[in-house]
């Protein structure tokens, strides 16, 4: 499955922001889809991820209430809404689709989106 991340762009601490994952190439349907972040010089890092059928999610705790993950399989995409961001949360997002649940590590992921740069002001 191909991925393509957008919606990234500049905001203010305090705003809000909705990610797009857009898939193409298999069925959308049959993979767990996740979303990732990496600032500059540090690790990627998981925010969380949606099982198959788009009824339960998974964050990182330190996200949970912030960030809300959804998806719709019909159009073949997966969404990343954000609100009351940040500066923290400036870094590049990625969109990846794996086949594990509820887990964390880049590495349990086997497609990735190209990543959509999300920079905070404060």
């Known amino acids: 499955v191909q991925l393509q991340a957008s919606g990234g762009g500049l905001v203010q601490a305090g705003d809000s922001l909705r990610l797009s994952c857009a898939a193409s190439?298999?069925?959308?349907?049959?993979?767990?889809m996740a979303w990732f972040r990496q600032a500059a010089g540090k690790e990627r890092e998981f925010v969380g991820s949606?099982?198959?059928?788009?009824?339960?999610?998974y964050y990182e705790e330190i996200l949970k209430g912030r960030f809300t993950i959804s998806r719709d399989n019909a159009k073949n995409m997966s969404y990343l809404q954000m609100k009351n961001l940040e500066p923290e949360d400036t870094a590049v997002y990625f969109c990846?689709?794996?086949?594990?649940?509820?887990?964390?590590?880049?590495?349990?992921?086997?497609?990735w989106g190209q990543g959509t740069q999300v920079t905070v002001s404060s």
């Open positions: 190439g298999s069925t959308f349907s049959n993979y767990v």
């Open positions: 990846a689709a794996g086949n594990a649940w509820t887990k964390k590590e880049p590495s349990d992921y086997d497609f």
């Open positions: 949606i099982n198959k059928s788009g009824i339960i999610t």
